[in-house]
Every structure is written in structure tokens, then in C-alpha cells.
T-cell receptor
Framework: GAVVSQHPSRVICKSGTSVKIECRSLDFQATTMFWYRQFPKQSLMLMAT?????????EQGVEKDKFLINHASLTLSTLTVTSAHPEDSSFYIC?????????????FGEGSRLTVL | QKEVEQNSGPLSVPEGAIASLNCTYS??????FFWYRQYSGKSPELIMF????GDKEDGRFTAQLNKASQYVSLLIRDSQPSDSATYLC??????????FGSGTKLNVKP
């Protein structure tokens, strides 16, 4: 299947700092990528849809000024958690679909575990 | 009402038995349906997808879709301890909308 790579896999930072997570589609062009967050023992929660060359579409309740998403190219989307706080500690996962057809599946990156001290 | 509902489990089955995982969805406009497996601390990996009513088999896995009842299921035959994981049901509503259930935790006991 298609490959989506995410980096870093783990990051620990101090409260108040910003953290950038990268998501790359390695063998296909992804006009749209999706960012999810998952707290322990909970399901995936869609944070935002990242569109190449345009602004991201955020889900209700997700602060766009706190979670900055940039989709600068067809193979790279970044999520920056600004002024991170302990409550932002979570597992962040990006994903992409290789096709715009409604039947295409999502391929997930390896995930990034953020711990804010 | 959640878009996708799953029983959180845990579902415990003995090794070699059939595990049956169920999922219901709310939007009749949903286009396609997916089952993902997620091991603890890892990201989800795709097991199967199904678009049309009926059954779809792939090895030990069979996905079943009933659009009239808005119901999707996954059967795992000859369950193995390595199948122990959380299984996520996902529904694609349109190009930009994927919804995930909360997942069912499966324990396969040796």
C-alpha cells in the first residue's frame, strides 16, 4: 500500500514551546492530508483537513491558531503545536488518501507522541 | 449521535475461534467502509475495505456490509493471539470526511 511517513515519532518539550510534526507521502501525491489526535484509550479524533496550497479546514473545537497546519507541497504537510501545554500531550497521527475518489482508503503515518512537561 | 458506533469491548475469544466485530453508522450517504487494526501505541493499519452490500473475503478476514441496516462487520476466522488489538471501523462520507468508531478491543486467548 501507499506509504505515509511521519516525523518525529516521539517528542518531549517544555510547556510554552512549539513543536513541529512533519507528514510526508512517499510514493504518491496527496492533495489532501488529515491530522488526527488520539488520547489514551480513545478513538481517533479528526483535527483538521490539510489542503495543498490553501488553508486547512479545522474541525469544531480545534484552535487553528494553536495548531498551525501548512501543506506546502503535494507530499508534505506540517502540524505545529504552538505554545504547547501538558493538556496537548497526545498521539498525533497524519494520514492521506492516494485518490480523491470516495472509495479510497486512508493510509496513516507512524504517529508522533507528544509529551509536554 | 456519533457517526460511527462500535462496542468498546473487550471481546475475548479463544485461539482458533471466530471473532465477530460489529459497527453501525448514521449517515446513509456513506460511500465506503474500512476496518483498521491498531496495536497499542501504534498507528492504525488497514485490514479491509468494502463498498458494496454483501461479503468480501480476504484470507482469514471477511467484511460484511448491509447498507439498508447501516451495519458493517468484520469476521476473523481462526483467531490468533497476534490478532489481539483494537479494531477501528471507519466510514468515508465523501472525499474529505472520514469518521472513525471508538474501536473494539479484541483479546485472543491462547
Amino acid at each position: 500500500g501507499a506509504v505515509v511517513s511521519q516525523h518525529p515519532s516521539r517528542v518531549i518539550c517544555k510547556s510554552g514551546t512549539s513543536v513541529k510534526i512533519e507528514c510526508r507521502s512517499l510514493d504518491f501525491q496527496a492533495t489532501t492530508m488529515f491530522w488526527y489526535r488520539q488520547f489514551p484509550k480513545q478513538s481517533l479524533m479528526l483535527m483538521a483537513t490539510s489542503n495543498e496550497g490553501s488553508k486547512a479546514t479545522y474541525e469544531q473545537g480545534v484552535e487553528k491558531d494553536k495548531f498551525l497546519i501548512n501543506h506546502a507541497s503535494l507530499t508534505l504537510s506540517t502540524l505545529t503545536v504552538t505554545s504547547a501545554h501538558p493538556e496537548d500531550s497526545s498521539f498525533y497521527i497524519c494520514s492521506a488518501s492516494w485518490t480523491s475518489a470516495n472509495t479510497g482508503e486512508l493510509f496513516f503515518g507512524e504517529g508522533s507522541r507528544l509529551t509536554v512537561l | 449521535q456519533k457517526e460511527v458506533e462500535q462496542n468498546s469491548g473487550p471481546l475475548s475469544v479463544p485461539e482458533g475461534a471466530i471473532a465477530s466485530l460489529n459497527c453501525t453508522y448514521s449517515d446513509r450517504g456513506s460511500q465506503s467502509f474500512f476496518w483498521y487494526r491498531q496495536y497499542s501505541g501504534k498507528s492504525p493499519e488497514l485490514i479491509m475495505f468494502i463498498y458494496s452490500n454483501g461479503d468480501k473475503e480476504d484470507g482469514r478476514f471477511t467484511a460484511q456490509l448491509n447498507k439498508a441496516s447501516q451495519y458493517v462487520s468484520l469476521l476473523i476466522r481462526d483467531s490468533q493471539p497476534s490478532d489481539s488489538a483494537t479494531y477501528l471501523c471507519a466510514v468515508r462520507l465523501n472525499f474529505n470526511k472520514f469518521y472513525f468508531g471508538s474501536g473494539t478491543k479484541l483479546n485472543v486467548k491462547p
